[in-house]
């Protein structure tokens, strides 16, 4: 019988949080069923090894490697050393966008790739630590200090070699300048994680913009793949799983206070992300014992 525990997530964790930067270093619980969050994911291998189980695919981290992968598509470490350390943070899509990265490759992490390098020095773990020390010291001008700090560092693995899963070769840069996503795509981000438990549509978020609603979708959609409904609907089913996980209400409450209309229109978002219902997902999520803390601590 297994008796590892496994990961639940807290009231104020990544699921519930997509406006917030929350780094960690921490050695894993494993997790029992996918789940995805609005941010983007950085990892960062201190010791062991980790496995993931992506959208279609397989990811093992080894020691020293840096990886970064879109955390709106279902997503499960499954499998790990039993000396596994690693560190990383949650990028909300206001700083990923801030990111210099080439734009073929930012388009495939946005559609489910995952990019990994080796190019990683003795400088990373204790770059990590800090910054996870920043990040947590209530300290704004420290927390800044972390973002800038990771975001160029990230920045970084452009200049070395580095793959993207599914695999189809190493990538090589060809140089350049890029732009930062345009400030629309920023602005129209923050009002829907200000707002995605209302009842929003195109035109509440292109007032919010200063834009005209077609040329908001438009420019959403060539920045993340995503139309602004497809996005409205990971921030609530992103909440939503974390009421599943940790809360004792209906299922019918849970869709009601993350934004869904219906208990129908919940039910088929979460089943196209999860592949199961909002019953099953919550039925196979507490069929094993859990972690005392969060993964992310």
């Known amino acids: 019988m297994d008796t590892r525990l496994f990961y639940e997530p807290r009231t104020n ?7 917030e930067l929350q780094m960690f270093h921490t050695s894993p619980p494993l997790m029992r069923a996918n789940h995805w969050h609005a941010q983007v994911e ?21 020691a020293g490697e840096f990886a970064l992968f879109w955390g709106g598509r279902p997503h499960r470490l ?5 000396d596994l350390i690693y560190a990383g943070g949650h990028l909300p899509l206001v700083h990923f966008f801030r990111l210099r990265l080439p734009s073929e490759v930012q388009a495939r992490l946005m559609q489910g790739a995952t990019l990994v390098s ?36 990230i920045e970084r693995l452009r200049f070395s070699p580095y793959r993207l899963l599914p695999e189809t070769g190493t990538v090589a840069d060809n140089g350049g300048l890029d732009q930062h996503t345009p400030p629309i795509v920023v602005r129209i981000c923050d009002f829907i994680a200000d ?17 005209h609603p077609k040329y908001a979708m438009t420019v959403f959609k060539k920045c993340t793949g995503m139309t602004l409904n ?25 869709a009601m206070d993350s934004g869904f209309g219906s208990l129908s229109a919940f039910n088929k978002s979460f ?27």
């Not at 959208?55 to 981290?61: H, L, P």
């Not at 499954?78 to 039993?82: F, I, N, Y």
């Not at 199961?276 to 993964?295: I, N």
């Open 195 to 211: 707002h995605f438990r209302e009842e929003i549509d195109s035109v509440d978020i292109a007032v919010a913009a200063d834009v």
């Open 42 to 62: 950085v990892n960062y291998v201190v010791r062991g090894w980790a496995h993931y189980q992506m959208a279609g695919y397989e990811a093992r981290f080894e």
């Open 118 to 153: 080796s190019a990683t020095d003795a400088a990373d773990p204790v770059n990590f630590e800090r910054w996870v020390s920043y990040a947590r010291s209530g300290d704004p001008m420290k927390a800044s200090v972390a973002v800038d700090e990771l975001l160029l560092r």
């Open 271 to 297: 089943r196209k992300l999860s592949g199961m219902t909002p019953s099953d997902f919550r039925r196979e999520v507490r069929s094993r014992p859990v972690a005392a803390g969060s993964r992310y601590n």
């Open 13 to 19: 964790g990544v699921e519930r949080a997509p406006t």
């Open 78 to 82: 499954d499998d790990a050393s039993e």
């Open 230 to 254: 497809d996005y409205i609907n990971l921030m609530r089913l992103s909440y939503a799983q974390a009421l599943l996980m940790g809360d004792e209400a209906s299922v019918l409450a849970v």
